[in-house]
């Protein structure tokens, strides 16, 4: 199946270079895939996943292991940040 | 160096500079800048003063770690009654000017009165001079500054000055200081304005000195220092992206407001955000950003530093605005940029370079725009009345219209007004997004519920500054919280908003509060001044100035009625998004935080409260 992940600030650095100047990247990837098996295959640094918006909406540490992907989904990861 | 004891009074009509003693015992139960000032004013003025009139008074304060060793101690407040929102204005600025101000010997100015003619004040340590200021009258806050340096022969002046538009009497013009730091929101730039006081130029050489516990504060300093250091946010996150990171942040949850709040997500939002300020432009090769800059003290160092393009269609012919130069932060962007629909990140910069080189609030600028932008959709206002198309999204509209807006020229008088009066003078006063009179920031009160709250109860109108539940609500500091929850979210605003009011009243910057809480700031805060600065005494201040601020708000003329939303984001749900269907619930929230603020059903403080709170 297909999936969006987008990778943002400092991150950006583990996307493709054609892909870094639109933060994001369509991935095929396996049914059973999870929020966090994601986050393990493309090699994140654990200290820089942060932020984990699925679709939009916070996906706690505690459930990264079995929040499962769909079909469509867009993920987006942000390591610490904050703004004003 | 803690206090300095001194207050200097001009009296604009007299044409007098005068020393007085700061009152201690109110500098016991308020602290310094925004609490102190706001205690000073307070007990000034009549709260239904005009705030352009003479009876008003503007107090720039510092706070008692300006110009000290502790990271971000630069930090000074413009207290006055604000003539955007008709409530106390408090707005805050970082930069250079205030550090320079205690260096000077002085924690704090109160100018009130009329000059007959424009002046600015000149400080020299403990001399202070009212100047004519007819040949500065009309110069932009840039021109002004650079005159004044070359005037006294001296580039370490520090000024703090009004461009055009706070002559106009714009409703949302700003203080600028240090050519692209502003006290920035409720139209404090409208009040110097309307007392002909075109800036504030000051050298201190006195130094620090008078902290109570030297050594003390020393070791606390330095290990607040360290923790900013060590923190992702502090330390990394805001040096590198800056406040803009939030562009896409905030856009991915469904909670960027978009063309005056119609929308929650904005398909332009990647090009005006820090990762594209980082990239670089197909035009010149070079990136947009140029570098990150820290005010006096800060090792944070947050600011952005940037080039616009010369190729740009609105300075191809100007090469003035070449060089770099303050901006983007992230409520600019979003003001000027998704507010509007406009996507073009180098006109934006544009716009806010005229936003800092005139002295213009762009968050109200913007989201006024905004709402020009609707009515003109909607077919109330023409091009003829406007004198140019302006279709949600046109980066050609925005720039002309900050022009017209700063200038005061033709329809950008009307702008002027802020989009509360502008929308009324054209029958849709529900096309306003404001709360009592000042515009939204960059977060939607919709898709943050914590937010929403924020913002009806705001004591400046809406503002994200008195009461940061994004800290929460998106980031989880310190906890995290959802956003579409109302539960629970009234007791923590109520812990930001009183928080919020030490720092504010301190000299530091909020935005050390991504990394310190208040067991970091304490200890700063007790080394360098005397007396009690327990962590709970420091906390019930934080609220009582929260409730002297409201006590003069109701003075003013507001009532509980005023701590509300607009219809749009009370009735329309979100449309898209993480946030789609939701609406801001603050019926459910705001008789609990009444409650827990120990007000009345009606939002008024009660006696116990007030007794409670030394009031």
Same mark, same amino acid.
């Given at each position: 199946m297909q999936i969006t992940l987008k990778l943002y600030a400092f991150?950006?650095?583990?996307?493709p270079v054609d892909a870094r100047r639109s933060n994001a990247l369509v991935l095929e990837v396996g049914d059973g895939s999870t929020v966090a098996s994601l986050i393990a295959d493309r090699a994140l640094p654990p200290r820089l996943v942060h932020l984990v918006l699925l679709n939009g909406e916070f996906v706690p540490p505690q459930q990264r292991d079995t929040q499962r992907l769909n079909p469509g989904d867009v993920l987006a990861i942000w390591p610490p940040i904050a703004g004003g | 160096m803690a206090w300095t004891r001194k207050i200097l009074r001009v009296n604009l009509t007299q044409g007098s500079c005068v020393s007085e003693a700061l009152n201690m015992a109110w500098a016991a139960q308020y602290l310094g800048q925004r609490g102190l000032a706001s205690k000073y004013l307070v007990s000034e /003025? #009549?709260?239904?003063?005009? &705030?352009?009139? &003479?009876g008003n008074k503007i107090i720039y304060a510092t706070g008692p770690?300006?110009?000290?060793?502790?990271?971000?101690?630069g930090r000074y407040s413009v207290v006055t009654k604000g003539p955007l929102t008709g409530v106390i204005a408090c707005s805050n600025s970082g930069g250079f000017f205030g550090a320079e101000l205690k260096f000077a010997g002085w924690d704090m100015i109160i100018v009130e009165g009329r000059s007959p003619t424009p002046v600015y004040l000149h400080i020299e340590n403990e001399r202070a001079t009212l100047v004519p200021a007819d040949d500065l009258w009309g110069q932009t806050v840039w021109a002004t500054e650079a005159a004044l340096k070359k005037r006294h022969q001296d580039p370490l002046l520090r000024v703090s000055s009004i461009g055009r538009a706070g002559e106009n009497q714009v409703l949302f013009a700003a203080i600028v200081n240090d050519l692209h730091r502003a006290a920035g929101r409720s139209g404090v730039g409208a009040v110097m304005g309307s007392k002909n006081l075109k800036a504030i130029a000051v050298r201190g050489t006195?130094?620090?000195?008078?902290? =109570? #516990?030297p050594k003390a504060f020393m070791a606390a300093a330095t290990a607040g220092k360290k923790v900013l250091a060590e923190n992702? $946010?502090?330390?990394?996150g805001l040096p590198t992206?800056?406040?803009? $990171?939030l562009m896409n942040v905030i856009n991915e949850m469904g909670a960027l407001p978009t063309r005056n709040h119609r929308d $929650? *997500?904005? *398909?332009?939002?990647r090009k005006i955000s820090a990762e594209a300020m980082h990239e670089k432009r197909a035009?010149?090769?070079?990136?947009?950003? $140029?570098t990150n800059q820290a005010c %006096?003290?800060?090792?944070?160092?947050c600011g952005r530093i940037s080039r616009i393009d010369e190729t740009h269609f609105s300075v191809e012919t100007r090469p003035e605005y070449w060089g770099a130069s303050g901006g983007l932060e992230y409520e600019a962007a979003w003001a000027l940029g998704s507010a509007n629909g406009v996507d073009d990140l180098e006109a934006l910069q544009f716009a806010n370079l005229l936003c800092n080189e005139d002295g213009m609030d762009p968050i109200s600028f913007g989201a006024t725009v905004g709402a020009v932008m609707e009515l003109y959709d909607l077919g109330i206002l023409s091009k003829e009345e406007i004198g140019l198309e302006t279709p949600f999204g046109s980066a050609e509209a925005l720039c002309k219209l900050a022009e017209m807006t700063a200038r005061g020229e033709g329809f950008g008088k009307v702008i002027g007004l802020g989009s509360k009066r502008l929308c009324a003078q054209y029958g849709k006063p529900e096309l306003s997004m404001t709360v009592k009179g000042q515009e939204f920031p960059a977060y939607d009160g919709r898709a943050l519920q914590g937010m929403g709250l924020a913002y009806a109860t705001s004591n400046r109108g809406a503002?994200?500054?008195?009461?940061?539940m994004v800290s929460s609500e998106?980031?989880? /500091?310190p906890v995290k919280t959802d956003?579409? *929850?109302? =539960?629970g979210k009234p007791e923590m605003l109520k812990a930001f908003q009183d928080a919020t009011a030490v720092v504010d009243s301190s000299?530091?910057?909020? %935005?050390?509060t991504f990394a310190w809480t208040m067991n970091d700031i304490q200890p700063q805060i007790q080394a360098a001044c005397e007396g009690d600065w327990a962590l709970d005494s420091l906390l019930q201040m934080g609220e009582r100035i929260w409730n002297l601020e409201r006590d003069f708000n109701l003075a003013a003329g507001i009532t509980g009625k005023d701590d509300t939303l607009p219809p749009r984001l009370l009735n *329309? &749900?979100?449309?898209?998004?993480?946030?789609?269907?939701m609406v801001a619930e603050i019926g459910k929230m705001l008789p609990e935080y009444y409650s827990l603020r120990g007000?009345?059903?009606?939002g008024v403080p009660t006696a116990a409260t007030r007794s409670r709170l030394g009031l």
């Open positions: 991150l950006t650095d583990y996307l | /003025i #009549d709260p239904q003063v005009d &705030p352009l009139s &003479p770690l300006t110009g000290t060793m502790a990271s971000t101690g006195r130094g620090v000195g008078n902290i =109570a #516990d992702a $946010v502090t330390g990394q992206y800056g406040t803009q $990171v $929650v *997500e904005f *398909e332009g939002a035009s010149d090769g070079r990136t947009h950003l $140029v %006096f003290g800060c090792t944070i160092a503002c994200h500054l008195r009461g940061y998106v980031f989880g /500091i956003p579409r *929850e109302t =539960a000299g530091l910057c909020v %935005f050390t *329309e &749900p979100c449309k898209t998004g993480g946030s789609k269907g007000w009345t059903a009606d």
